[in-house]
């Protein structure tokens, strides 16, 4: 059996996942980059990847616009 997540493709749970705009966390992040958590840090230190915001003390995200992009990016869209 498909899982919901095939059947309904990728543009369904990018909308699912992703607000319209504002920032995301990283373990959502990495439900739409299927990358490990050191992948992601090394991709980010050598420019594959978008740099954070840090919002506060222990407090980082991305913005989702950013994300957006990537992922038409990785898309090749």
Do not use: N, Q
Request: glycine share 10%; hydrophobic share 40%.
């Amino acid at each position: 059996m498909e899982s919901e997540t095939h059947r309904l493709g990728p543009t369904v749970l990018v909308s699912a996942v992703l607000p319209e705009t504002g920032f995301v966390r990283l373990p959502t992040v990495l439900t739409l980059i299927p990358v490990s958590r050191s992948t992601w840090w090394a991709g980010i230190k050598d420019g594959r990847y978008p740099v954070p915001c840090k919002l506060g003390p222990g407090v980082t995200a991305w913005r989702v616009e950013d994300i957006r992009v990537l992922i038409e990016r990785l898309s090749g869209h």
